[in-house]
């Protein structure tokens, strides 16, 4: 024990690693005050705008290369890139939606995935993922709950609210399973970032400077790479099939 | 005897182990999952892409229930409700 403790006061930056000392938490920046609330400016706003930034050069860039690319000739390979990503998108979206709706939705799709990806990736350059900010994943499930009703009630009239008391006992249940599905899918994006912020964190605070040159890489090609990746598409694909389950009624 | 903040938190400490308990019900999910996954690779292993797509989404909707606890948790750990 007292040869471990040594080693460690040796090689890391401080001998003792206070609870404070882990930043998990989201940290407020800027304080202002909007209609008598108190807000924050936090670290995820900061994020979100970084991400979004990126998004926007992007963007640009994109459609720059898309509108020098003469359609008669072979493009180049940066054009390549974005075309089969668009392809792959809209390949997804037709395959769990189905060709004859679904392919109004591949907008929201894409940009869901995009902004998700680059969310929970946006650990690897440093920042806290704004995925793991309740707020956020919150919100993105939110709309999805309005889109699966909007949808619920363009495709099926008011044969979207009957269809809640269909067998007319269970009334009570569909209603508490229609409002669990927002909240299921947010938890489930919004635990398994923060698990890998939390851990990444405990990683780096507490382990010796010497093993940190070269062994939290795996762990994050594991939280933020692998998980991250699943995670961004679990949510899109929750999303299409909760969707696509309004398109027609229940009992054809 | 006195209930007092620290009462409270060592307590919270020892509910937000007993929460992670949970973690207990996914990993045999997803094992179980990973076996048949590799079971059905066996038997086809030309379908192997859509295996492996379909294992790992049900895979990632049963981590849910140890999510929950996590985020017990962690509420218990960081923000807890009962001490102020």
């Known amino acids: 024990m007292g040869s471990i403790s040594l080693l460690y006061g ?32 936090t670290t995820t706003h900061v994020s979100i705008l970084i991400v979004l930034m990126i998004f926007t050069v992007f963007a640009i860039v994109a459609n720059r290369a ?19 990503a668009v392809e792959k998108i809209d390949g997804m979206v037709a395959e769990n939606m189905g060709t004859e709706h679904g392919m109004q939705f591949a907008n929201y799709i894409g940009t869901l995935f995009a902004f998700l990806l680059v969310c ?33 009630f363009r495709y099926q009239k008011l044969g979207h609210l009957t269809g809640l008391c269909k067998p007319l006992l269970l009334t009570p249940i569909n209603i508490i399973g229609e409002l669990a599905t927002p909240l299921s899918m947010s938890l489930r994006l919004f635990g398994n970032i923060l698990s890998g912020v939390v851990l990444m964190a405990i990683v780096y605070g507490l382990i010796p400077q010497v093993i940190l040159w070269f062994w939290p890489g795996v762990l994050h090609a594991y939280f933020d790479v692998f998980a991250g990746c699943i995670q961004a598409y679990v949510f899109c694909l929750l999303t299409m099939i909760y969707i696509s389950n309004n398109f027609s009624s229940d009992d054809d | 005897m006195e209930f007092n903040e620290f009462f409270v938190k060592g307590c919270s400490a020892i509910g937000a182990g007993l929460a992670l308990i949970a973690g207990l019900g996914p990993g045999i999910g997803q094992g179980y999952a990973a076996g048949q996954g590799t079971a059905a690779v066996g038997r086809n292993p030309g379908a192997r892409g ?11 909707v049963a981590e849910t229930t140890g999510l929950y606890s996590f985020a017990i948790a962690i509420l218990l750990l960081f923000a807890n409700p009962l001490t102020k």
């Open chain 1, 120 to 152: 929970n990736l946006s650990g690897l350059l440093g920042l806290r993922p704004p995925t793991a900010d309740y707020g956020c994943t919150l919100s993105l499930a939110l709309i999805t709950f309005m889109l699966i009703h909007i949808t619920g």
């Open chain 2, 50 to 60: 859509k295996i492996m797509g379909t294992m790992l989404l049900g895979q990632a």
């Open chain 1, 10 to 41: 040796l090689f890391s930056r401080t001998p003792t690693v206070l609870a404070s000392d882990i930043d998990i938490g989201v940290d407020g920046l800027l304080k202002y005050e909007l209609f008598g609330q108190t807000l924050w400016l």
């Open chain 1, 66 to 84: 898309i509108k020098k690319t003469d359609p008669y000739k072979k493009p180049s390979a940066f054009v390549n890139v974005i075309e089969l």
